[in-house]
């Protein structure tokens, strides 16, 4: 059974960086063809998602969040990172971490619970 699980700040000031983890079981992230994906649920809208790092270590990010966004990981600890700079309250919603199962898929077979993350002076 594949199990993930975010962790970080849930209180950010304004100008501040983001830094959110997600600790995965169950799976190795480098498992070919699998993505690993971080998406984002802002207060009263839909899904928006993120980026994700792909099995081979490539980063692909959300044009319209991609000049604050990098993300990395931890292959010995199954981990991945979310980092998303320059914080706003727009940025204020509940992140989620997931698995794609197929490079490219906007499918996620496994999510992890999600945690909250509000952004306020």
């Known amino acids: 059974q594949v199990q993930l699980q975010e962790s970080g700040p849930g209180l950010l000031k304004p100008s501040q960086t983001l830094s959110l983890t997600c600790t995965v079981s169950?799976?190795?992230?480098?498992?070919?063809?699998?993505?690993w994906t971080w998406i984002r649920q802002p207060p009263g809208k839909g899904l928006e998602w993120i980026g994700k790092i792909g099995y081979s270590g490539n980063t692909y990010f959300s044009p319209s969040l991609k000049s604050r966004t990098s993300m990395y990981r931890d292959t010995s600890k199954t981990q991945f990172t979310l980092q998303l700079s320059s914080v706003t309250p727009e940025d204020t919603a509940v992140y989620y971490c997931?698995?794609?199962?197929?490079?490219?898929?906007?499918?996620?077979?496994?999510w992890g619970q999600g945690t909250q993350v509000t952004v306020s002076s």
């Open positions: 997931a698995r794609a199962p197929a490079v490219g898929s906007y499918y996620f077979d496994y």
């Open positions: 169950g799976d190795s992230i480098t498992t070919e063809y699998s993505d």
